[in-house]
T-cell receptor, first 114, second 116 residues
Framework: KAGVTQTPRYLIKTRGQQVTLSCSPISGHRSVSWYQQTPGQGLQFLFE???????NKGNFPGRFSGRQFSNSRSEMNVSTLELGDSALYLCASSPPGTGRDEQFFGPGTRLTVL | AQTVTQSQPEMSVQEAETVTLSCTYD???????LFWYKQPPSRQMILVIR??????QNATENRFSVNFQKAAKSFSLKISDSQLGDAAMYFCASLGDGGATNKLIFGTGTLLAVQP
């Protein structure tokens, strides 16, 4: 079974631009969660989507948004990029159900904002 | 709010020796889940071990085991017979919201070095 894939793997943007990151979960998984990892703030939960609905949201500004498609693929969008948005963005998928199941992480997208 | 604390930013162990990584947590939930994740230099997060709070028995996965002290809200990871491939950042995490969603709350991590 193919693992979680994230595209692109690396991205360089300038302040004020917007960016869209993509995550394809493991086949059959319906939950996709997004995390931001930075040296200063560590790993922080952004949001979770389950069956195309946002099920939970972390404490991030409205510039961060996401969506999930009917095939469970998910995208996250960051508008009006700031230098502080430079981070590794990880997504994780899990089978139907709750966090009692293992979450499988993708390799991440490294976003650099100049 | 749930919190997870890892007080050891860095640890070092000799190959074949045993090392214990510490983690404490705070939660008001009665039913919750705790995890240890490994993040090697490739940055791919890998689940090492999972503990369900209602289970008294400590979880074990091959060379990895936990010491779960529910009353003390402590969840340490023991790595036996350490191998060079164990070198990585280790994150302790709890499942927030009573397991109703997949929101993981992570500690700040412990960077483990394995000396040959």
């Amino acid at each position: 079974k193919a693992g979680v894939t994230q595209t692109p793997r690396y991205l360089i943007k300038t302040r004020g631009q917007q960016v869209t990151l993509s995550c394809s979960p493991i086949s059959g998984h319906r939950s996709v969660s997004w995390y931001q990892q930075t040296p200063g703030q560590g790993l922080q939960f952004l949001f979770e989507y389950f069956s195309e609905t946002q099920r939970n949201k972390g404490n991030f500004p409205g510039r961060f948004s996401g969506r999930q498609f009917s095939n469970s693929r998910s995208e996250m969008n960051v508008s009006t990029l700031e230098l502080g948005d430079s981070a590794l963005y990880l997504c994780a998928s899990s089978p139907p159900g709750t966090g009692r199941d293992e979450q499988f992480f993708g390799p991440g997208t490294r976003l650099t904002v100049l | 709010a749930q919190t997870v604390t890892q007080s050891q930013p860095e640890m070092s162990v000799q190959e074949a020796e045993t090392v214990t990584l510490s983690c404490t947590y705070d939660t008001s939930e009665s039913d919750y889940y705790l995890f240890w994740y490994k993040q090697p230099p490739s940055r791919q997060m890998i689940l090492v071990i999972r503990q369900e709070a209602y289970k008294q028995q400590n979880a074990t996965e091959n060379r990895f085991s936990v010491n779960f002290q529910k009353a003390a809200k402590s969840f340490s990871l023991k790595i036996s017979d350490s191998q060079l491939g164990d070198a990585a950042m280790y994150f302790c995490a709890s499942l927030g919201d009573g397991g109703a969603t997949n929101k993981l709350i992570f500690g700040t991590g412990t960077l483990l070095a394995v000396q040959p």
